[in-house]
């Protein structure tokens, strides 16, 4: 499909489900921000590697894993701020060669050693 942009902000979305947003494979620009997503299809987003811009902002989501953005070097702007994530393994935006906003602010961090990483993360590279 030739879609490059795809925004599904403040529909009181639930589930997406898995191979929904895979065959995708163009998009640029992905806005699933301000829903009720509790589980990602995470998988999907290996397909999407032309992605630069993922809001999934203000959701329910509890889970990251730790290679979920893996394929995605293009990105450049991440907004997983406000849903309930208690701890971002360390090593999951390593892949992001091109980051260059991130946003991970109001989630229920459990503000263990585990995310020390965090403090030092961007000033190492």
């Keep these: 499909t030739q879609v490059t942009s795809l925004w599904l902000a403040h529909n009181e979305i639930s589930v997406i489900a898995n191979g929904t947003l895979a065959v995708l494979v163009q998009l640029k620009n992905l806005d699933i921000s301000y829903n009720l997503i509790v589980d990602f299809p995470w998988e999907d987003l290996a397909s999407l590697t032309a992605l630069q811009l993922l809001k999934m902002n203000n959701n329910r989501m509890t889970n990251l894993p730790r290679d979920a953005f ?46 020390l990483w965090l403090k030092t993360w961007r000033s190492e590279e």
């Design 70 to 115: 893996q394929n995605l070097k293009d990105l450049r702007s991440l907004r997983i701020n406000n849903n309930n994530f208690a701890t971002i393994v360390e090593g999951t935006f390593d892949a992001l060669s091109s980051l260059s906003h991130l946003q991970i602010y109001n989630n229920p961090f459990n503000c263990t050693c585990s995310l």
